[in-house]
């Protein structure tokens, strides 16, 4: 039976196990695309397993419904104090750190590459990463408990008519074993595990019947001396490290430093993202008043010259002008949709391009405050730029730049990673050496004993392992001192372009005041032969209309450009704190680590008071970090 269909069942499990995971029919079907009838097509087409049923709206995280008002809600007729939001900066910067989960900017950086957007849980990601965080790299000292229970039935048919029942042995056996190993901060590994053996079987010469346990306690030790040896190593390496392959404690904190670092240059960047929102917002607003002012001017210049009956030329040529600044009121009030003052725009902490309307801006500050892109009101500045001079002591500038700016200070925390993984490495030129002890104490009886009898084993010795040449190791080490040259250069060359950036800094601020007083008495100049040119007109000596229209132009260009130096100074003031890295400080902002449990700091002064007084400083593990 078994000859006759053997070789039929043996080709059909062949063909079942060939064709087990092939479909039965196409995913996809090729042919050719009509053009003239399209089907309509869901906007998540693809793979039905990648298919949502309706789009998931988290309403509990911000605002998830669509917004009842659109941008046609808000008009000019809707600037009266009842439609209107008056802000300080410092509630601009308060709500926007407030509802900012995700670090915003005036980029677009969440849209075109939202991976790289920064968020306030980066460091709790880099903590509790599972590969690479701290808890990752702590829990492999953690002790391990490991258990096993296995039950098997031999029989055996044997060629020797000693073993066995006449050569037939039959056998039940089994080996339960229980233990618990940890490794330690000095790379040794202890171990402790009971192991016991139930045999029941039929051997002839069995002394004490079928039935007999074998029961023994072990306790293990394996300590490196050289390769793998040392609590500075395991806590920068880890255990099981590899040249290259580095996980320790240390390694692991340093990254934690590394993302709080990059978290607080997000909060920064954040933080002048808004400033620059607000103050482009501020010009706006003067744009629009002194366009409305001209306009109104102009108007009024037209009025004037219908009602003399002037010349058709005359009346057509400040009619040109009013229809110009009507329309330049039209973009002050709605503006255009083009780059705006934002970071790294010619400067760190951003260029003034201001380029007015209201509305624009207006929305550019909602996005980076977190309210609402519409809600039928507008945003209104209520702080005004500062007009005082500021000098700035040059010698303790750059020394606060130096010390606290943030894309300095994650390199030099990139530098402390470098340097221990060089550490670290050079550890693996040693040879391997270690030393292993084993006792055990062993039971053997009819019955389940350990204890009875006097059956004490120990084994110690060294083992040791010489990989010729050390070639991984010497790469590694040779490409650890290549990492940390490379990052030290960075420095260095970072430390010139904060440097240059905290020089133009001030010479921009002394520059931006000159140009503010310079435009505000050119301002004052242009008023004044403004007032000449009408009280002209009113005592019947008509001015030439040439020079009243040019006059008017000169008033709107003498009123936007003071503005334009007002936000500029200000400006240059934000800026020289973003390139000190006091800009945090400079608008109130503080940031801190969670407080660390009582339980834990109860803990830590009952370890401090239980240290052996005779240990040294200068001979513990030195501090790595202190939180900065």
Known sequence: MRKKYGPQISKLLLALAITGGCATRDRFEFRPYDLCNVPTVPAACGPSQLKLASATICNDCGAGIPEAFSPYDVDEALLGAENVIPLTLQECINHALATSTIMRDLGGTIIRTPEGALSTINPALAFS???IGEEAALSAFDANFFASNFFEENNRRLNNQFFGANGFFNQFLNTTQ??????????GLFSLRNVTVGDNNNQAGNALGRQSWDSFIEAEVRQPLLQGAGTEFNRIAGVGALPGQLNGVLLARTRTDISLVDFERSVRDLVAEVENAYWDLYYAYRDL?????VRDIAEKTLQNYQLRQEQASSIAQAEEQLHRFQSDVVDALNGRAIDGTRTNNGSAGGSFRGAGGVRVAERKLRLMTGLPINDGRLIQPVDKPSVAPVIYDWSSAIADALQRREELRKQRWVIKQRELELIANKNFLKPQLDVIGRYRS?????????????LQEWQMGVEYNLPVGYRRAHAAVNNSRLSLVRETEILKEQERIVHLGLSNAVSESKRA?????LQQKRLDAIVRQLDALENKNR??????????LETHRRL???????????????????????????LLDYNNVALSESITPSEARADA???????????????RDRILSTGR
């Open 539 to 548: 005592s019947d000596e008509k001015p030439e209309l040439d020079v009243l």
């Open 289 to 293: 008043e002194a366009k409305i002012q």
């Open 513 to 517: 005041y000159e140009s503010m007083t």
């Open 129 to 131: 990463d599972p590969r």
């Open 605 to 619: 002064a009952q370890l401090i008071e239980n240290q052996d007084g005779s240990v040294q400083f200068t001979s």
């Open 442 to 454: 062993r039971g053997f009886g009819r019955t389940l004993t350990l204890f009875d009898t006097e």
């Open 556 to 582: 709107l260009d003498a009123r936007l450009r003071f503005h334009q130096a007002e936000v500029e100074y200000a400006l240059s003031l934000r800026n020289v704190h973003f390139e000190k890295g006091t």
């Open 178 to 187: 229980v233990g618990v190993n940890k490794r330690s901060a000095t790379g």
